[in-house]
């Protein structure tokens, strides 16, 4: 019996004081005919040693490919510090912190991580997590409504470079509300929101992510400023570690963004084939009662000392229960954990250098890529760690190409090719990309490339 | 030692090993850069190391301490199955990389799928939900679009026992519906006459847990079923108690239509501290189509199985995406590998002596002279205690005796909640705990009740934790939620 | 600067309280012309990203082949928490325990070590740890030579089944103290101790290695009991996993071994290529303060309360100096704790598992290999769980050619091959060597095999 | 909080997970098995995982404390150095597996080699011995062999300053020389007429740091070599204090013929609460012929480098091996880690801020009140502060105020070593220590010496410990080495 500690005497003595004569006797308020005898379902039990030679073999099966995927999660290095603290059994079996003097190690470290998630977005407040960038999305759209009174329309607007991934989820967990979702107009030529706009009726709030989906920069000041004045609020989902470089949501535009979300994953935490990865949500101030999920606050114990507790719970589903601002109880508490220490590791400049050099990278493939026979940019103008390019040979085949010869080449926008090159890559992989799919676009049949 | 990472800040300090050497400046217009310099903390790696060692060694954990959260089952979270699903394959593989270099992991995922149908009796399981309450959210989703799809277009209640956990109501709200409280009965099970009562032509659904977070086992459970499928609803089953039948008795069998696991709770993937979790649903057969994406389907081909995702257009019906990819794919590994560890015969004794060491705890604690919230009932995996007579008589609240504990280092059982039972602690000790650790804690709430008789107050405990009682009051009323250096 | 914590600021203010206008100032002292100024044969640094990248590349680059060598170090499976554990900072990071009352974790965690490899050795005492098996029989043996004050001669025996690397290391550190070690001739038959034995002038000791090196189980008790009527200790070398099988060291004979040493790698230490690993070495009572070694005691504080500390110490180097019982200092700390742990996670009924797996796996592949032509056992008798075969084709040559199929087919014993399947392996794996090595013995030329 | 693993010990308990299948009997004769059953521990895995982690919380470490121990180099451990060291290739690798299978492991032993004969300026390297302790046996046995080569076979005495590791003069013995000690001068160098009275044709060599572990470059160290050179005997360099010196000097500039390197102090492997360590040995062109093995050779191959063994018969003057292997390789590994991260500069630097946090801390206490050792002196990478005068004066000794920083949360200076310096404390910082820490660790000693003023005894500190000052003499006179259980 696996992590099971009783010896038969246990069981026995424990029977006698509970007055039981078998632990069926237990059960037996259970209506018997729902008992059930065994478990077919289910293989035997493997020890350790087996389970362990089986997940080896498993995760190897597939190699070790050069990926070139981003869409929304990217491959960093990640200091070895995070995971082996992050991992500690103190940090990684602990509860909930609702017994707050048992748990300020998990409350200091979150108040830490909501000051530097703040401070990188340069919004007032943070919650201790939501589960994703794409969830985060559907909560700050819920928020917004919650918090613009005034507009009644339920329409939220979003910028032409809002991931569509993140759109589907804001319209599975946000949509039985009354709450529509609306793509502005594109400008072809760079992708990002069309010149002329129109607001349409008391919008709610419009959503610009920067950098955009296909990787281009959107000009966050003139959306921003255009969303206020027509009584929007402004919801920026931002990667984090673009922060270091670009503009933080809030000092979008003349009064800045209302509420930033995005994926934290960036931040230390491995790919791990989609999750468990992080949201983050910050907001201004005056918006924190509308805000989901736990915050941690700063405040005092019975000797005047300095400590950390769970605050503004009247606004959680455990006091308001149906008029709750969010359903969200466990959240991705100890993603956060490694995120604050990637963070204290890396520190503001660190994080610079992370992203610049993610961004040489990528300028570096781009411009090689260019250089071949039918490759160009999707879009003009400037870029992150990610761009789209056209290839004149369709994309899934190309990609199983390369595939073929471990490389994953990017993520297939059905008719471009959206790649990224982060700082894990070196000149090497750079060209060996480059020179691979050289051979596979010369290749006629590409099943046979 | 309360001192904050930001306070070790110095100017041009760094963790030089964590930088990639030095590059030019970057491509980026003006308009966009950033200027400002975020406070972020400049500190050295051996600070960093030091500062969230010292940190982690302030809080409570199942490696450190015991912890009878009822309604959370902290048992213990096996070491091999954290490696495991950090195994370099596992965790460096992309989530959009393609399924050909993807079939290890697609494999466990697959199992997972049919090993969870196995032990809940559902026909068809979705690993997306990154956590209960999002479960929930998938379950009430696909109730609705269950009722939409039939063009029953009027049912927008969800009926949920006044004991439910908040997530219950709050995520009924989220949906759009309207939520009806149910009252439970005296002896714990649900009020039949007034489920009558409740159920009718709007009623969308009804949410339960079974045993419930009363700590017993629903004996009404097939008649509830039946006035709820008979007025035209569906049977949500929160999971969040599996542990207490796992491998005895399935939400399928007792006649719900969906269910949500807390794979954190019963198959022990860790809290983290407030997280991650994973709410993977399963559904009956009604729910099929309904279902929230991606799920893994396997065939075969050339005599081999392969597994690749069913396609969004194949379950044109979904309730859609959840979560920017397939939901929390770590946790997945982590709770796969434990219930291979656990197996087949496993299964059914984690419920077994998780039923055994609440029912043990519970008569011990009896005989010792504390009430009991239910005590003609069994336990299911975890019981309450009311402490309503020592609140009264001796001044000693479930609070009191919570934080008094601390100082005994046990961490505290679940306090106040379910609502209707008054000063309640609902405890869950879990499998993984031996006798004598049950035993000594036995003896700690002995001490405890004692010392207070004797006039002892616990109104300023804890005593030995790295702060005193902390003022939530004033948390809430200054909010101090992040640092800013002073000028 | 990697780990250098300094500012800028930091270096001027604290060269100006030194009263230093430079770093270079504080070498004033060091003659000039030794200074060098570069250091060419060190590469530049690279970041914690480009190291990893490396390291890992170098550690996929010999594959993961399957192993059935054994000679001295065990492939066994180490259950997750041992190293989880073992690697806290706390473990990991903490010095010699020379500050008892705040290295309390350490010290009960050797205090528990020495009860459990006491218990398992069957003799009283142990001290906390040797650097490795080998170099633990050459400090038994200078211990021997002190406990056994009467037997003047310097002469140790070893039984024929004592490793030879281990009597090359042993002569290697005890050689220069007029110690000589002499072997016991052996029954060819049975490759253990010959029936006539001659122990010539009053011996220090006789070694016994059980099993022996070649795979044999030795006659312990015949052994240990003619020592003891001519004068001589006994010293055992015992692999401590087989102790979960074989009569323990303190019980053979009539009075016991006098003395144990072995290598502890096969309890929870990975192979890593020979090291790190740990000598264990236990003794009787009466040989305690001739031990080598630190030696943790329990005894009492200020108020009474149990508690741990080093003791003994007048035996070690730090205070003995040149009449120290040897001049170990740095010991296996670490690997005593991971050692520990394991013993604590396995219990004896583990131990036994894992050792009686071991053994009828490597039963089942003696019984199918010895079905291949030309391949027959070298000694008769019983064995743990190593054994020596021989093949009618050069034993170098064939391990190559299975070599280069990715199977590492045993110990190359010159005229024989010694191999050992633990319990890691399978009846799949143990099929798989047996039937490419009757691949590799149909092949005419070994060198196309 | 002291029970034993043995006290959680229940018949018939176990971490289940752990053991394979079970299996029959074994085929081993009825003589030469086992009848009893040893008392190992029988516990279930939580249990095993919770007394350990609460074990490890109750020491001192790098990644929790400062840890100013002289001649210990305790500096930070990158994390990376660990991790690297165990990637399933390297951890997996067996020893007598055939360099076929082990070129990306040899090729790292083959740099490290390279880049330790780089730093200290020596001909060859062999990366065998298991510590420092081991490296000097094999130092000494070298020199010898060294003589006994030509000849010269009367040479058995080895010189030793009085300051030296106790490891020196033992080690001296074990090899069978005979130890002449030799007397400090009073500036902290060595006496040069009593090494010319010393030396002589019995001379087979000294011993020495230099720095010293008295804290302080000596000098005269071109003289001594060539005194010792001159005599017909060889020098020996004791590298435990190359973190002072490394990329500035190199002990083969010095005129050194041997140096053992603590690659657990100045490379940063972890001392692991007592080891493992690695001290590699470097040779001077006189001795490469008797290097101990195994010793990693690179040649070209088809164009590409080939790493293997050099052959025991190849170096048939060698010493001979050392361990069953080759040594701690996963510590080298970890060195080797370590050397690429801190790169050529580094190399440099960290002697630099080494020396510079030394200096400051000295001059610091000295400014608050302390007394040095070698006031005159600059401090290399630790200097002595001596506590004579607090003794006699204010009955504080240097026991009671290591004893007393373990209530400030600081691990104790090395104290009452080396032995010629009364009431001493010596202190090494270490280049990774911040000037925050050593300012507080300044206010900490300023601190006790205060209190001891206004009267107060530390005879009885710590306080704050797990436990308080232990019975040393009841220890050694009642010796309790393992838990028997009562009866
Ligand atoms: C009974 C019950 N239902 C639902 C939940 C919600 O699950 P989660 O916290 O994973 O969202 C919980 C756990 O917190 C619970 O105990
Ligand atoms: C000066 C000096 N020499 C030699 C040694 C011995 O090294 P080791 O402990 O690695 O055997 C030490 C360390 O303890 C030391 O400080």
Redesign the pocket.
């Known amino acids: 019996m696996p992590f099971i500690p009783h010896t038969e005497d246990d069981t026995r003595e424990m029977l006698a004081a509970i007055g039981a004569s078998s632990i069926d006797d237990l059960f037996d308020e259970i209506p018997q005919q729902l008992l059930i005898r065994s478990l077919d379902g289910v293989p035997p039990a493997l020890s350790e040693m087996e389970i362990s030679r089986l997940m080896r073999e498993r995760a190897a099966q597939d190699g070790a490919p050069l990926c070139f995927i981003g869409a929304g999660a990217y491959e960093h290095h990640i200091p070895q510090a995070v995971w082996d603290i992050a991992t500690r059994g103190e940090y990684y079996s602990a509860y909930?912190p609702y017994q707050a003097e048992a748990s300020q190690g998990t409350l200091q470290t979150i108040y830490e991580y909501q000051t530097m998630i703040t401070e990188l977005t340069g919004l007032d407040v943070s919650n201790a997590s939501l589960y994703d960038g794409a969830s985060g999305l559907a909560e700050a759209s819920l928020m917004a409504v919650r918090s613009n009174r005034k507009a009644k329309s339920g329409r939220i607007l979003l910028a032409p470079g809002v991931n569509p991934n993140y759109e589907k989820v804001a319209v599975a967990i946000a949509g039985s509300q009354n709450i529509t979702f609306e793509r502005l107009p594109m400008n072809a030529v760079t992708g990002n929101a069309a010149d002329q706009l129109d607001a349409g009726t008391s919008p709610v709030a419009l959503v610009i992510q920067q950098p955009s989906f296909p990787g281009t920069l959107e000009d966050v000041d003139r959306l921003t400023d255009w969303a206020h004045e027509n009584g929007a609020l402004v919801i920026a989902v931002v990667n984090p570690l673009s922060l270091a470089l670009l503009k933080a949501p809030g000092s979008w535009g003349t009064k800045g963004a209302d509420i930033a979300v995005g994926e934290g994953q960036p931040l230390g935490i491995p790919l791990s084939s989609g999750g468990p990865y992080f949201g983050f949500m910050t907001c201004r101030q005056e918006h924190v009662r509308q805000m989901p999920g736990r915050i941690v606050g700063r405040t005092t114990d019975l000797e005047d000392n300095p400590g950390f507790t769970l605050t503004l719970q009247a606004r959680e589903q455990?006091i308001r229960r149906s008029k709750a601002t969010s359903?969200?109880?466990?959240n991705q508490g100890l993603m956060v954990t490694a995120a604050t220490i990637y963070m204290a590791l890396l520190g503001f400049e660190g994080l610079r250098q992370v992203a610049l050099r993610a961004q040489q990278n990528t300028a570096l493939l781009i411009s090689k890529l260019t250089e071949l026979p039918g490759v160009r940019r999707l879009y003009e103008g400037p870029h992150f760690h990610e761009v789209s390019i056209r290839l004149d040979r369709p994309i899934a085949a190309v990609l199983d190409a390369l595939a073929r010869r471990d490389i994953l080449g990017g993520y297939d926008l059905g008719d471009a090719l959206l790649v990224c090159a982060t700082e894990t890559k070196t000149e090497v992989d750079i060209d060996l990309y480059v020179d691979t799919l050289r051979d596979i676009l010369a290749t006629r049949d590409l099943r046979r490339a | 030692m309360k001192t904050l990472i930001f306070e070790k800040s110095r100017n041009g300090r760094r963790a030089f090993a964590q930088a990639p050497s030095s590059v030019d400046d970057a491509a980026i217009p003006e308009a966009l850069r950033r200027k400002d310099t975020p406070r972020l903390p400049e500190v050295s790696e051996l600070q960093v190391v030091r500062h969230y060692t010292r940190l982690s060694r302030q809080n409570f954990s199942i490696d450190t301490q015991f912890y009878p959260l009822?309604?959370?089952?902290m048992k213990y979270n096996p070491r091999a199955c954290n490696s495991l699903a950090l195994l370099p394959g596992f965790a460096g593989r992309h989530p959009l990389g393609p399924v050909s270099h993807g079939q290890g992991f697609l494999a466990c995922m697959y199992e997972l799928q049919e090993m969870l149908k196995a032990v809940t009796g559902m026909q068809g399981v979705s690993l997306t939900p990154m956590?209960?309450?999002?479960?929930?959210l998938a379950g009430v989703l696909m109730i609705q679009a269950y009722h939409k799809a039939r063009g029953d277009l009027e049912r927008n209640e969800i009926i949920v026992p006044d004991a439910?956990?908040?997530?219950?109501p709050a995520t009924a709200t989220m949906c759009g519906c309207v939520v009806r409280e149910l009252p439970t009965g005296s002896d714990g099970d649900i009020d039949i006459a007034a489920l009558k009562a409740a159920v009718g032509p709007k009623t969308a659904g009804i949410m339960l847990?079974n045993p419930s977070?009363l700590g017993v086992f629903d004996r009404g459970i097939v008649e509830v079923a039946k006035i709820v499928h008979d007025a035209g609803g569906l049977l949500y089953y929160?999971?969040?108690?599996l542990n207490a039948i796992c491998g005895k008795v399935r939400p399928g069998d007792m006649g719900f239509d969906v269910i949500?696991m807390?794979l954190?709770?019963t198959f022990s993937t860790p809290h983290g501290g407030g997280?991650p979790?994973?709410?993977a649903v399963g559904v009956g057969s009604r729910l099929l189509p309904f279902m929230p994406i991606p799920i893994v389907r396997a065939t075969e081909r050339d005599g081999a199985t392969w597994y690749d995702w069913i396609a969004e257009d194949e379950l044109p019906q979904s309730i859609g995406r959840l979560s920017g990819f397939m939901g929390n794919a770590g946790v997945l590994l982590r709770a796969y590998v434990y219930m291979r560890m656990v197996g087949r015969d496993g299964m059914r004794r984690l419920a077994e002596y998780a039923t055994l060491n609440a029912n043990y705890l519970q008569a011990r604690l009896r005989d010792v002279g504390f009430q009991l919230a239910f005590p003609k009932r069994r336990a299911s995996h975890e019981f309450i205690v009311t402490l309503k007579h020592e609140a009264r008589e001796i001044n000693l609240t479930a609070m009191d005796v919570a934080k008094a504990l601390l100082d005994h280092n046990y961490h505290a059982p679940t306090t106040y909640f379910p609502l209707l039972v008054p000063e309640c602690l609902l405890i869950e000790p879990t499998e993984t705990e031996s006798k004598e650790t049950l035993d000594n804690f036995v003896a700690a709430m002995t001490a405890i009740v004692t010392e207070a008789k004797g006039g002892k107050s616990f109104k300023e405990a804890p005593y030995t934790m790295p702060v005193r009682r902390l003022d939530d009051v004033k948390a809430a009323r200054q909010l101090d939620l992040a640092f800013r250096p002073p000028g």
């Not at chain 1, 359903?327 to 466990?330: A, S």
Request: charged letters at 10%.
């Open positions: 909930t455990h359903n969200i109880c466990t | 009822g309604s959370c089952t956590a209960g309450a999002q479960g929930e439910a956990h908040g997530t219950n847990t977070t929160d999971g969040a108690n949500h807390n954190h709770k997280g979790g994973s709410g």
